[in-house]
Every structure is written in C-alpha cells, then in structure tokens.
C-alpha cells in the first residue's frame, strides 16, 4: 500500500501508476482508449507548455473542456505544472464562462476543440490577454488574425513534455478552484488545496481498497466537485477511468454493463430515473463492488432497489459540501437493519470521515444534545480556509465556537440530528440554498438575474416540483412586470444561467402573498401550485 503523506503532491499518485502499470488502460473517453503512458505523454507536453511560458503569478490554470482527452490531460498538465485547475464547462452561458475566468485570474486557459465554436466570444469578451493552449487544434483558421492580445500554442508547438514532474510536495497548494451558486448573484468560488483533496484520496482508497483492476464511472462535469472523486481515486491506484459519454448520463444501465464498471459513483437522482424507467431488475449490475452516492438527499427506496441491482456491491450514501472536498461522511447501506435508521424515507448521511471533526450548534453556535436539531459544522484536514478573494463571505461562514475555538469550523447551513446510533440525519438547510440534479443553487442568484431580466423586484422562486427532498427544478414567480413576455425573459435568464437554474415556468400574479411578518410567502406559493391553481 502506497505510504500515506498529507503534503504529497496529488499528481504524484498518478505519476507512481504511470511508472508502474505504463501499457494499463487510464482513461476511456470519446470512444478512444488512452494507456498510463500516452496521458502522462500529453498531460507533461501541456504542463511542459504552461511552465515554459512563464505564467507564474497565478496559482491557477483554467480548463475549458468537456469529456474529451483534453479535459483530462489538461487538468493532469496544470497540476504538473505546479499550478491548480480551474473547470470551466461549455454547456454554461458564456456569460457566465467569461466571469468566472475573470474572478480566477487566470491568465492560461487550456481549449478542448469541443469549446472551439464560442472560443470567438469568449476572446471577445477578455479584457486581458490569455496564453490559449490548443492541444486537439493544428490550423487557428480565424483566431489569430483578430485576436493580436492573446497568444496562442496549438498541437504542433507543444513541447516535448520530458521535464514533467510531480510537482512540489506541499500541502496548502492549489489543486482547484470551483465555483458555486452565490447568493449575491455572483459565483462564488471554493478554493481547495492539495492537502484537503489529499486527505479525502487516502482515505477513500484504504475504504474501499481500491486496486488497478477496478473500473471507475466518471459520471460528473468537471465543474461539480464529485468528479474530483472520479479522477484522483482512480488514478492514485492505477485503474481505468471510463468517462460516461453524454447521451448515457441519465440511463447509464447499459453503460456499466458494456463496460463492466466495479466503482460507481453518481447523484441518487440517477438511480430513481433508472428505477422510473424499469432499468434496475435484482443482479443487472453483477460487476459493480462499490455504489456510492452524494450530492443530494438518497431516498431509501432507492438504495434498496440499487442493492438489489448491484448484489455483489456495497451502497455507501456520502455527504459534503464543496467547502469540505468531495465528501465527509458516510453512511452504509443494510437491507436488515437501514430502514429502520432511515428518517423520512431518507438514508442517514451516517458517521465522519477518520480525521474529521463536527459540531451541531444552535443559533449561537453552542452544541445540542442528541437527538435534537442543528447546523452541522464541520472541521478537519479536508476543510477549505475559506472563500476565493471573499474575506466578508469567509468571516461569515468559517467560524470559532464556544467551547471549541482552537480551529475554525465551517457552517454548513444543513441541518442535521444525530441519532443514538451515532449517525447523523440530514434534515434541510437553514436558508433558501436547495439542489437540483446534485448541483447547488441559491435561489437568491436565480431572484438578482429574474430581477434584471423582468424589471421588477417583486420576484420570487420556488423549487418545484420537490421529491424526497430533491428538487427537480425551478418555477418562479413575478409582480408589477410591465410588458409580460415569459420567452423572453426564460431568454435572458438561460444567457447567464446555466440549464438546471433556468425557471421551468414564471407565473404573473396581481401580488405577492406575505405572511405575518411582510415577506414574501413562499409556502403559500408552494400551495398553490400543489392544488393546481395557477394557469
């Protein structure tokens, strides 16, 4: 077993499976098979690229790809390259791109060819020039001419990649920057550093005794923190990553089976869908050792049909916000004993990582009794220090508690209770964060771009429709909007926002139901669309 050592660099343990199995298979993506060797090849010839073009200001390199070989050997050649990555995803408003590229600092953005088409607004919209890497592009055609500012390295002059190493061993460098809905309307982003992810690496492969002949989904993009799991768990023991290709990702049954996939990790809302779709009959999925799931609530009807699907596998529900890298907790799942534990028709998020410390406080942050209600707060060698060039939102969120202010612990704004076996309940949150397919959504980001976009501020939005604590969507609602036109403005709303945060629907009322205290009644709005009231 590879010795455990929280400031080693996290490239290092693909590097190691690269030197020991060079001709295993790593990565299947796009329907092309890259070895050990081959990756390390490309991913050293684009750190070799960003070293040698003296970038050394920013500790952060942006990727902008999407299940490509480029999105992969691009976040391999930044961390070769000393620096952390930063995903950018082209399915999101370039808009949105193009502000998070700014709020980064980036100043070397690696170009997989499937972002090629909005590569031209994207420069556009730069006010600061960008050494572009293009390692899938031989002829820049268009961009060259029109684009003096920026310098561009396309396939033919990358460099041989030969002085690709693992990079400083330390602790508190970069390994990724993620950003998350914002509640001013603004990204926010989560700085992680390589000793969190570390952390979280170690543990997961002494867990589940990961090995070189395993086979891991890579269901998530890049730009959602689960998909760090997938990359950095694989590649630490030598085993193949198999990227889920597009039109897979929400009926992936056949997937695992062609490809014989043993580690499986996804959102629970993956499993409902294929259980909707009558795709899990008991033993579907013989290949499967390890299910895990994360980023949302996992109805306990779910992981009981996933067990029977998935005989030989165990059913692990994880827990954590991007704050705390990857996940925290874990809970495993017992077809005798779990329904029993369940809270609502919901597996607990059960027990710490090793290591890891947290807290249930009250509104004063002192702790409560088991048993009773609280938000979970967490501390430990996977907990971020705060967030990305926000020190008022880090004052804010990463605090000190009574009795235990030797560390900083951060609010989750979840709450939780903790039953007498130890495990910890997930209950809701605190404020009007929710998820949607996994992904965070504060619902104030979604009201500040309706705001704009309908010339009013008597908006509102609503998660709807919500089931086992999940939502599947957003609906919104609206006053006072002079010139109604709903196209338009669901128009403008997908030019910032990405798909999953667009309102499903907006509904125009006269007025605004309040309650007693003169705020917006999002519960009475919640009534009326459960009695069907509204055209």
Known sequence: ??????????????????????????????????????????????ASAIAENGHTRSPLVAVWAHRSQTAYAGILGSLGAGKGYVPLNPKFPLERTCRMLALAGCTVLIVGRECLGQLSGLLGSADFP???????????????????????????????????????????????????????????????????????????CRRYDVNEHDRFSQQFDLTFDLSAHDLFVCWERGACLYCVPEHSLMAPAKFIRDHQVTMWFSVPSVAGLLEKMRLLPPGCFPSLRCSL??????????????????????????????????????YRWNSQKSPGECLNGIVPIGQMFEGQQFRITDSRGESVPIGEVGELCLSGSQVAAGYWNDPAKTRQQFVRLPGARERIWYRTGDLVQRDEAGNLCYLGRVDHQIKIRGYRVELQEIEAVLRHACGTEQVVSVPWPVNSGTAEGVVAFV?????????????????????????????????????????????????????????
């Open 293 to 330: 799931f994360c980023g949302e609530p996992l109805p306990a009807a779910y992981a009981a049909s996933w067990q029977e699907a998935a005989p030989n596998s165990i059913v692990d529900n994880l827990y954590g916000p991007t704050e705390a890298t990857i996940a925290i907790t874990h």
């Open 130 to 204: 960008l050494t572009l890497i293009l390692p899938e592009v031989f002829d820049l055609g268009e961009f060259l001419p029109s684009r003096p500012n920026h310098r561009f390295i396309t396939a033919g002059q990358l460099p041989s990649g030969e002085s690709f190493s693992s990079g400083e061993d330390s602790a508190s460098a970069s390994a990724y920057l993620l950003f998350t809905s914002g509640s001013t309307g603004v990204p926010k982003g989560v700085p992680i550093n390589q000793g969190n992810v570390r952390s979280y690496v170690d543990y997961i």
């Open 479 to 535: 006053s006072g909007v002079k010139g109604f036109d709903q196209a338009r403005i669901l128009a403008n709303c997908g030019d910032v926002l990405p798909d999953y945060m667009v309102p499903k629907k907006i509904y125009l009322l006269d007025e605004l139901p309040l309650n007693s205290n003169q705020k917006i009644d999002r519960g009475e709005l919640r009534k009326l669309l459960l009695e069907g009231a509204l055209a």
């Open 1 to 46: 077993m590879t010795k455990q050592n929280s400031s080693r660099s996290l490239i290092r343990g693909f590097l190691e499976s690269a030197e020991r199995f060079p001709d295993r298979t790593a990565l299947v993506v796009d329907g092309e098979s890259l070895t050990y060797s081959s990756l390390r090849r490309l991913a050293g010839r684009i």
